[in-house]
């Protein structure tokens, strides 16, 4: 199953700045999720980070990969509890991801539970590994979201 932009903002509270998934290309509900993030030069972040040698920031990629293991722990049917971030593991940048690329995100859920859950996360550019890490959710009450 995809899921496009509209789809997304039903299952995640994120908008925009922070909303950094353009689209899920394959979901497997409480299993996995694959993602997109279409980097451009007109991000925010890319004013100052750097001028002259854009670089996205790890710490935005890490985001992105969280919302596409959120993603990747959902059941797909109406979510009373949103998965918020708990815990960064093992988390690795190969190569920089910069403007003109389109990151790939594969997140496959390792441990689902009723409190807690584990995410692995990879992100790929044109076929090469650029970072990776296990995340760790616990989950909250959902306020509703538009």
Known sequence: MSLDINAIRRFLPHRYPM???????EWEPLSRAVALKNVSINEPYFTGHYPTLPIMPGVLIVEAMAQTGGIAMLSG?????????????EARFRKPVVPGDQLRLEATVIRGGSRMGKVSVIGFVDGHRV????????????????
Do not use: C, K, W
Not at 79 to 88: D, F, K, N, S, T
Not at 140 to 145: A, F, G, L, Q, Y
């Open 19 to 25: 909303l950094l998934i353009d689209r899920v290309v």
């Open 77 to 89: 049917d109406e979510e009373p509890l949103l998965p918020i971030l708990a815990g960064i593991d």
């Open 131 to 146: 970072a990776q890490a296990q995340l760790l959710f616990t989950y909250m009450d959902e306020p509703s979201h538009t």
